[in-house]
């Protein structure tokens, strides 16, 4: 199917509410304009802007625009023309500046435009006058002033793999009617063609990374970035919204922290020089507003409805994750050397710059949400030690073999039969069965969850404001309240699925009858847990006004064709 065909398909099948009824997204219109200035001609030949064009951190006034392109061979001056305008036809023109561009940068082109109005939509393209060649047209928004806008709509995404399949997650974010994308990081995975997303299943697809090999140098991540900014489904999406982006581990390499990474290897060089050219390179792609390259973690003011705090959970201030396997011995764990180390006072996830720094934007804050753009999850996911054992087993294992499924199921049912004896005032609960639903660890160490003192600083520096935290990195969505080590409940977290990363359908496949009472499990003996789903593909539209935060969780049907529905599964409000 044609690109053009595959929009109109998207278009009139779309499913925005759960279970039956099929809707057209309202943000069409925009859509369908940029569809007629920018034909579906994919740029060819030895120069162009192969690679689209974007718009990032947007203010009241100002906003980065960015394109690359290839310059012919022959050509003399590389030299490219940007020109914004209020129009999409540029007959009211408000900005024209030149552009040197070389190799330094690897032709990519970023201009902070300012004195521009609040609240408005702008047109911009770029030109190159040597090669008579013109990029597409973008569109982007400035964000409100105070009183210029009654909600504020963003769509949260994270975690692209492009060999894991195709993007129709961004296809479907970029016909919403998202006011800007919130990009938590994962934006490009390091591994080589054959690592990490591919199946027989994938491999059809023909979407293999390049370069073939994991990418260390300059070069191979800028590779990487060009392949992924050709997709496109991203495309359509960089040219009609703009993005505020962080980076997460997968821009560098998995599970990175400030001064390591668990994917950084023997052979692979020296990892500071590796991570100063990723850093380089994600600047290069998706330019932040930022003074020092390494510090990304800033603030955006939503017209006083929103102030979104965009944080850097990964390697700026880290300390390394701590991981189960360290504390096994003959006996089974060693618990009180983990909880040593797990609520160890100093250990930080932020840094001691960034988290007082986010600390003190909380406590100035003023507008109605205080919203953290986390990479990671901040609430608490804790689960009885017996099934984090087990599924451990099944991760370890490959395979959701039938011995382990059975084992995890009859766990599941024997902890929840104790769970209701409990809450029903049963006497012959015993103390054995008791510790067995009582004795927890967090899934996730990775995550907010190993760093759980520093949290309670933060939550702290709240100081009792409508705290949101927007978060993405395990592919699978959430949605829970944040909860203190007191008990009190201090904001709510809204978790995004991935765009094509597979989620827990990886470790117990993809068959309802098992996914489905794994996310009933979840819920049930997870505390604050309200919702997950741990199997599909999707993205979050939280929307903010001043009554509300209202977070919808869109998934798409399928990253294997082009031919796709969304579906609203679940919707929660704060008020």
């Not at 109109?8 to 759960?18: D, L, P």
């Not at 160490?445 to 395990?474: C, F, H, M, N, Q």
């Amino acid at each position: 199917m044609s690109a053009v065909s595959r929009r109109k398909f998207i278009r009139n099948s779309i499913i925005v509410a759960s279970g039956t009824t099929l809707l057209p997204l309202s943000a069409c219109t925009e859509e369908e304009k940029l569809d007629e200035i920018n034909p579906d001609i994919t740029p060819e030949g030895e120069y162009g802007f192969f690679e689209g064009v974007a718009s990032f951190d947007p203010t009241q006034s100002q906003v980065i625009l960015w394109t690359r392109y290839t310059p012919a061979t022959n050509e003399k001056a590389n030299e490219v023309t940007l020109e914004v305008a209020t129009d999409k036809d540029f007959s009211n023109v408000i900005s024209n500046e030149k552009v040197i561009i070389d190799t330094a940068s690897d032709y990519t082109v970023n201009v902070d435009v300012k004195g521009l109005q609040s609240n408005t939509t702008y047109y911009y393209r770029f030109s190159n006058t040597f090669t008579n060649t013109i990029s597409p047209i973008g569109m982007t928004k400035t964000l409100p002033a105070s009183g210029e806008a009654s909600d504020i709509k963003m769509a949260v995404v994270s975690c692209a793999n492009y060999q894991a399949g195709l993007f129709n997650v961004y296809g479907a974010v970029a016909l919403s009617d998202a006011d800007v994308v919130v990009h938590l990081g994962d934006y490009i995975y390091e591994y080589g063609a054959v690592g990490y997303g591919v199946n027989e299943l994938t491999a059809s697809l023909d979407r293999f990374h390049e370069p073939k090999g994991e990418i260390l140098s300059i070069d191979d991540y800028r590779t990487r970035y060009r392949q992924y900014r050709q997709d496109t489904q991203l495309q359509k999406l960089h040219q009609s919204k703009p993005f505020i982006c962080v980076w997460d581990d997968h821009e560098i390499t998995n599970d990175a922290y400030k001064d390591g990474a668990e994917n950084h290897n023997e052979g692979e060089g020296d990892y500071e020089t590796r991570k100063a050219y990723a850093l380089q390179v994600w600047h290069e792609y998706l330019p932040a507003r930022v003074s020092d390259n390494s510090k990304i973690y800033r603030s955006f003011d939503f017209g006083g409805i929103v102030d979104l705090h965009m944080l850097d959970t990964r390697i700026i201030g880290r300390e390394k994750q701590l991981e189960y396997s360290n504390y096994f011995t003959e006996s089974g764990i060693d618990s009180a050397k983990f909880l040593a180390d797990w609520g160890n006072k100093n250990r930080t996830l932020l840094g001691i710059e960034q988290r007082g720094w986010l600390a003190g934007q909380l406590a100035s804050g003023t507008a109605k949400w205080q919203v953290l753009g986390s990479q990671v999850l901040m609430g608490t996911y804790t689960i009885p030690i017996e099934l984090l054992q087990i599924v451990a087993a099944i991760a370890a294992s490959g395979t959701s073999s039938s011995d382990l499924l059975l084992q995890y199921q009859k766990s599941v049912t024997e902890l929840l039969t104790i769970k209701k004896r409990i809450a029903l005032g049963d006497p012959t609960v015993t103390a054995e069965e008791t510790a067995r639903l009582t004795t927890v660890l967090p899934y996730n160490l990775d995550a907010w969850d190993g760093y759980p003192v520093e949290r309670e600083v933060i939550y702290s520096a709240a100081g009792g404001k409508k705290l949101i935290s927007l978060a993405g990195d395990t592919h699978n969505a959430w949605n829970s309240n944040l909860i203190d080590a007191s008990g009190n409940t201090v904001g709510e977290e809204f978790a995004t699925a991935s765009v094509s990363s597979p989620g827990f359908e990886g470790i117990f496949g993809s068959n309802p009858s098992v996914i489905e009472p794994f996310e009933q499990a979840n819920v049930a003996l997870i505390e604050g847990l309200k919702y997950t789903d741990a199997s599909r593909r999707g993205f979050v539209l939280a929307t903010f006004s001043n009554a509300s935060a209202k977070a919808d969780w869109h998934f798409i049907n399928d990253i294997f064709t082009e031919d796709i529905t969304t579906v609203t599964a679940y919707s929660t409000s704060v008020n």
